[in-house]
Every structure is written in structure tokens, then in C-alpha cells.
């Protein structure tokens, strides 16, 4: 049986793979990638289904489905091809059977036959017997049918929870939910980057005001208690620090649409006293929470560890 290539196979990791080992297969794939290569985000589309434990249980399912279906579409094609080369063999010839004309129905052609010399009438053929199983044709054609669903099966195992009873529409439709969600909340955290991990040594005050705006009440405490440290740190250093968003990935929501969270490829540049300008790069994860119609930081990881 030949087995696709999977989810698993793109990160390198066995389908066994623990959650470390394949973030780790994640961190080391995208390592070398810029963020508009289009490998970049296959691998972070992989790690966001694996990752997830929900998604990977479901993705798990449809693997094997897809694989039992394959096995089965691959036995009837063998099958098919069985009975196509049997249908190919010339068939057994059936010696004829003497007629006896006294012990024979009368038909109406036979009544109207010639009778003046029997010997010269030829002796009807035996006729074929019924076929008792299903021609070669359909054999292919529920081959051809069942790797089709096959591919069906492949395309709908990477759709978050699809449910048997939901149409082709139904699921197209919820796909494209996800989707405007996935982009709502990746363009929210592209745009908290700059308010929220901005400062200047000049208006640090004015900057922890201005932050608290996109911060959950929680992590806003926990700004302000770390504030007077980074503060004595920015102005006796003079640092300046301009952040932006170059990328994101592996958005994962909650299914009630209250909290995401979201990988986030930042550039941050530094200016500070008697150091030439530089610009820091790095990764983060950001945890949103959905507060009156918009999405506000509640953490931000920068660990290895961050999931």
C-alpha cells in the first residue's frame, strides 16, 4: 500500500512525536525560512494542527480512515484488473450436443423449415452461459470511485471537526468562518506589536498609559510592576525601541472565540547612547482575549518552551 505523505512527514517527527519533539521539528524547519516562503507556512500550517491536541487527535482519525480506504481502493483495483484478464482469455469452446429432432419442441421456424434434407441443416450453437458476477467495468469504476473519496477524505480531515451530516457546502462555508476568523485575530496581533512592545526613554510614563490600553487588566498589572525597572534601564541607557510586526502563524482559537493565540515574527529596532542602531529580531507568542468586540494581550512568551 503506498501511504501519502502527512503532516507528520513534513515536520520529520514519527506520528508518535511528543508535543516537545515536534516543536522542536517546527523551530528547526523554519529556522533558515523567511516568512513569505511558502515552505514557511506549510510548516507553521503542520505544527498548528499538531500542536493542538484537539485538532491532532481529529487529524490522527482521518489518517487512519484515509488509509483503510486506500487499502480498500487498492484491492478492488487489483480485483478489477483480476477480472479483466480473465475477460480477456479466449473462452472454453463446448462441444455440441447431438439434436434429437423426435424428442425436440416444435417452433414455428422449425415447422416452416425445409424437410426434404435434414442432414444439411446446421446445429444451433450452445448458447453462453450468464455471466453470475460483476463485469470488469464496474469493477474499475468502484475503484475509481473509492480512491476519489480517498481524496475527498484527505481534503476534509484538514478542516477543524467536520461532521458527517454536513454537506460540501456547509463545510466550504465554515471553512471560510475559520478562515476570517484566523486573519481577525493574526491582524490584531500584528497591530498590538507596535503600541504594546514600543518605548522611548523620553516618555516612558506616557508609554506604560498608552500600553495598558491593549492589555487584559492581569498582564496590565504585571507590566506596571516590571515598569520602574525598565524604566531606570531605558533612560540611563537612552534606549529607543521601535517594534513591528513582520509576520504570524499558528493561530489557534478557541472554539467559543474568546482566546487565540498566535506566533508573532517581530522586528524590534534599538537605538541607545554611544551604540550604533541595530535591530533585534525574534519570535514571540502572544495570548488574546476577546473583550467587547476586540482582542487585548493577556501573555506574551518568548521562551522555547512556548507552545
Known sequence: M?????LYDLLNVDESASTDEIRAAWKSAIADLDPTERRFRAFNDAAGVLLDTDKRAAY???LVEARDKELAAEQAAEAAAAASAAADEPDAVTPAVPVDLAKAPATSAAADAPTDDPADDPTDPTPAAPSTGPSSTL????AIAAV?????????ITLDGVRAEESPK?????AATQDRATLEVETAAEQLVTPVLSYNHQTMAADL???REYLTPDMAAKQAKAWPDLTAEAVAQEIVVEASATATALSRIDPDGKRATVVVFIDQRVTKKAAEPFVLRMWATMSLVESDGAWLLDDLCTDASCG
Open 148 to 156: 476519489l473519496a480517498i481524496a475527498v477524505t484527505i481534503w476534509l
Open 60 to 62: 490522527d482519525a482521518g
Open 209 to 211: 498609559e498608552r500600553l
Open 139 to 142: 469493477l474499475i469504476a468502484a
Open 2 to 6: 503506498t501511504v501519502s505523505a502527512n
Open 170 to 174: 456547509d463545510v466550504a462555508e465554515r
